[in-house]
Structure formats: structure tokens, C-alpha cells
């Protein structure tokens, strides 16, 4: 049976056509009981092929040890070298056939059996299986094709990999929500496909014209999406708060408009009521387009901007003059912002509790000065690689910001145990302190932020020469803390 079915999809694998056809064979009914000669009739074993559930095939990749080291006998095919290809199973045994287990088996009236399991016990199991098992549940027998397709299951739909088709899959599992309430899938909030390399533009269409109530969105190293996907997206789920695009280098623009350079919505002033962006990696980014996403996006209050390296202190103007709520922000290793971005920054006033600064060689003192001035609520600063600050600058921060709990100042030779002392004496609550090469630091200026900081948790004195005698002083006076050192002698 499995290697005649196997013959049968084989065939249907080649071209355009063949692939339609097999979506569409998993799309149209529900699933069937065996029936007792099913080894002897190929049509039988076709009756048993879940047609209105999506093939597990279509969204996990091939010739994984559950396909192949499962009771019953399965065929796999392929059209394209690497691609995801479909599955065609045999019914699972009626009965344990192993004599060793048929011996010790107990009477059937004892054994336990998910059957006996009642419908709210399972769908609460079945709520910790990812998209993929899901999908292979709804395969099993007919109490489990409708208690997989349990709405309350489908609030989140995740899949991974890099060969997986993911626009088909999503096409198909978007046809099977919107099977009650047609074209549209109510219940679904959160998509989930990043480092799904093969994802199109067209995926994300499907997910804008089924999914009004979208709330997330993750497509990060979705390399292939473009500024009209993500059009499509905000326009039409008006409820999406949270989009991750990081690594997507050809979304330049986030807007309810087509055309990047208009600032105006041409839709009377509304707003996009994203709160949560990551652009990390979009390094064809410039200030123009920052410009834009701030105006359609002014409840931002989560931006990360890493490694945009076309950005500069004049995007960040635009930034604050648009999105006053901003609570977290990373510019790290933005090249081109300097004491003039974080003059901006600093605009955020309380509102802000964790920025990110690092390798942005253009800042100072006086930039620090300028945040720790205004932002005295900040939680957590990164400033790793920021050659320019000094003991002056930790020394205004620690006095302004005493509330810090995390601090990264790695890679700042210019700072010294004068900076460590005024931090200690000032930063009683800091529980993360990375110094990683820091050529100034000694074991004297540890032992100070040791005696101080009891609630310190992590300390990185990597390349720093410190001694074994202030690394054990650190350990016996911050017994949760964890060090990441290159000393060799301390252990």
C-alpha cells in the first residue's frame, strides 16, 4: 500500500500543477475510519488521507526520524532537490503486534489509552504542541481532527526552517481556520515564521487578507519580504503591535502609504498602533525612512535599530518628535550618532529605561551627560565600545541614574577605579556589570563595587587584569554573582 500510494504522489510531485494538486487533496474532507481491507485496495488507503487537514509534509522539512521511524510504512517524493515533500502514511495498527509486547501486555480493559481522556484534558495537551504536531494530530482519527482544530489551538501558528514552503503552509492553514467564518480567521493573533527563508511577499499577503486581528508578527531573516509586503500587513490588521523585521534588508519604509517619501497617511490621520519594532540589520535603512516610520508609528514604545548603519543624529531628531513614548531603544553600532543623537534621546526624559548605545565611537562624555541628565529613571545602559567616555561621564551617570540595575561600559579604556568607586558608592541596586577590557580597571576598584553592590548577579572582567585575591573578595561578598573572567589561577 505505502509504496503503491508512494508511486501515486511521486508522479504528482513534478511542476506547478502536481504541487496544486496535492494542496488541494488536503483540503476538501474530513477524516475517515479504516476500514479492515485497507492493505488491499489503494482507493481505501486514499480514503484515510485527512483531505481538509493540511499535510504535516507541507510545513516540516523531509526525512525526519517521526516519518520514517513510525509503526506502518510511509513514501516520501520530492520535486525539488532540499524541498519539503509530501507524506503518504498507512493506517496505524489496530493492536500491539510485537510477541514480546503481546505477552506482557495487560487485559485491554486495563490499559491506559488517551481515549479515556475527556475533550478539555486533551486540548489542553494538545496546546503544547507546535504547528507542525498539531497538523499530525489532526491526522490520527476523528476525535482528534476536531479537537485539533480546537479554535482555542490556533491562536498562534509558528513555523521554522529553511526549506519548509512556508506560503503554501500558510495558505493552506489559513484556508482551514477560515473554514467557519469564511475568509477571514478571527482567532488567530501571532504568526511566527522567522529564519523561514523561503517566505514571499505573497505569504504575508495571505496573512494580511485572513488574519484582521494579527497582534504579532515575526518574520526576522525573512530576507526575501519588501516594503509592499509590510504595507499590506499594517494596513490591514489594524490591531498589530508587535513586528519583528530584523534582518530583512529590503524593508526600508514602515507606513500606511506606497510610497515611502510621503509623511502624510493619505488615510485622514490614522495611525498604525505598532508599540513593539525590531529593524536590527535593516541596513539599508536612512533617515528618511525613519522619518516616515515615526510618523505613522507614533505609539512606539520598543525600537530596535542595530547595525543601521545608514543612520544619523538627524533620524533621531525625527524620532523624538514623533514618538515621545518610547520606553527602549537600541542605535548600537550606528556609526554615524553622536553626542548630538543622544542630546535627542534625551528628550525621552523619564519615560526611557534602557538604551543601547554600543560601538557608536562618536559619543562622549558629554552625550552621557546629556542622558543622565534628563532620563533619571533609566534601568539599563549599554555602552560598550564608546572609546570617548570616561570616569567623568560614569561618574555623572551613577550620580544622576541611581537607579541603574544594568550597565555595560566594556571596551572603554578611559575608565578607571575612580569611575567603579563614585558607581559602587552611588548604584546600590545594580545587578549586571560588564567591564570587558577595560585596560584601567584593578582588582582595588572591583573590591569597592563588591563591598557595595550586594545584589550584584553578573560581573565580565574579561581581558582585565585583575587579580585571583579581588576576584574571591568579589565571590564572598556577592555569593549570586556570576563571573566571566580570563583568569586562569581563579576557579
Known amino acids: 500500500m505505502g509504496a503503491n500510494n508512494g508511486k501515486q504522489y511521486g508522479s504528482e510531485g513534478k511542476g506547478s500543477s502536481s504541487i496544486s494538486s496535492d494542496v488541494s487533496s488536503s483540503t476538501d474532507h474530513t477524516p475517515t475510519q479504516a476500514q479492515k481491507n485497507v492493505a488491499t485496495s489503494e482507493d481505501s488507503d486514499l480514503s484515510m488521507r485527512t483531505l481538509s487537514t493540511p499535510s504535516p509534509a507541507l510545513i516540516c522539512p523531509p526525512n525526519l526520524p517521526g516519518f520514517q521511524n513510525g509503526r506502518g510504512s510511509s513514501t516520501s517524493s520530492s520535486s525539488i532537490t532540499g524541498e519539503t515533500v509530501a507524506m503518504v ?9 510485537h510477541p514480546l509486547i503481546r505477552l506482557a501486555s495487560r487485559p485491554q480493559k486495563e490499559q491506559a489509552s488517551m481515549e479515556r481522556l475527556p475533550d478539555h484534558a486533551m486540548v ?22 476536531n479537537l485539533a482544530w480546537d479554535p482555542r ?41 522567522s529564519g523561514c527563508r523561503r517566505l514571499t511577499d505573497r505569504g504575508l499577503y495571505t496573512i494580511a487578507q485572513c488574519c484582521p486581528e494579527l497582534r504579532r508578527l515575526e518574520v526576522s531573516g525573512c530576507y526575501n519580504i519588501s516594503n509592499e509586503a509590510v504595507f ?69 514604545t520598543h525600537l530596535y535599530l542595530r547595525r543601521c548603519v545608514r543612520l544619523t543624529d538627524e533620524g533621531l531628531r525625527y524620532l523624538m518628535i514623533y514618538c515621545a513614548s518610547i520606553k527602549e531603544l537600541s542605535v548600537s553600532d550606528c556609526r554615524f550618532v ?48 564608546c572609546e570617548g567616555i570616561t570616569d567623568h561621564g560614569v561618574e555623572y551617570l551613577a550620580k544622576n541614574c541611581a537607579k541603574l540595575k544594568s550597565l555595560d561600559i566594556g571596551k572603554c579604556p578611559l575608565v578607571s577605579d575612580t569611575g567603579l568607586e563614585c558607581l559602587a558608592l552611588n548604584c546600590f541596586n545594580l545587578k549586571r556589570l560588564s567591564l570587558k577590557s577595560c585596560e584601567s580597571i584593578t582588582g ?33 561578598h556577592c555569593k549570586r554573582c556570576v563571573i566571566e573572567h580570563t583568569n586562569p589561577a581563579f576557579f
Open 89 to 97: 502514511h498507512s493506517p496505524p495498527p489496530t493492536r500491539l503486534t
Open 124 to 145: 489542553q495537551i494538545f496546546s503544547f504542541l507546535p504547528t507542525n504536531q498539531l497538523c499530525r494530530c489532526a491526522r490520527v482519527c476523528r476525535r482528534w481532527y
Open 153 to 193: 489551538l490556533w491562536r498562534t501558528i509558528r513555523l521554522t526552517g529553511e526549506t519548509i514552503n512556508v506560503d503554501r503552509a500558510l495558505k493552506v492553514l489559513t484556508r482551514r481556520l477560515c473554514q467557519d467564518t469564511p475568509n477571514v480567521c478571527l482567532m488567530l493573533e501571532t504568526v511566527s515564521v
Open 232 to 300: 499590506d500587513v499594517v494596513s490591514l490588521c489594524p490591531n498589530l503591535e508587535h513586528l519583528d523585521v530584523s534582518g530583512c534588508s529590503k524593508v526600508t519604509c514602515i507606513s500606511l502609504t506606497r510610497e515611502a517619501s510621503i509623511k502624510l497617511s493619505p488615510l485622514h490621520g490614522k495611525q498604525i498602533s505598532i508599540r513593539y519594532l525590531d529593524m536590527t540589520d535593516c541596513f539599508v535603512l536612512e533617515d528618511e525612512g525613519l522619518h516616515t516610520i515615526a510618523a505613522h508609528c507614533t505609539q512606539l
Open 338 to 385: 553622536s553626542d548630538f543623537g543622544l542630546r535627542e534621546i534625551a528628550k525621552l526624559e523619564s519615560r526611557l529605561r534602557y538604551l543601547s548605545i554600543a560601538h557608536c565611537g562618536r559619543v562622549t562624555d558629554v552625550g552621557i551627560r546629556y542622558v543622565a541628565k534628563y532620563c533619571g529613571k533609566l534601568r539599563y545602559l549599554n555602552a560598550r565600545g
Open 444 to 476: 582595588q576598584g572591583l573590591q569597592i563595587v563588591a563591598a557595595n553592590c550586594f545584589d550584584l548577579q553578573m560581573l565580565n572582567v574579561q581581558d582585565c587584569e585583575v587579580s585571583v585575591e579581588a576576584l574571591r573578595f568579589v565571590k564572598r
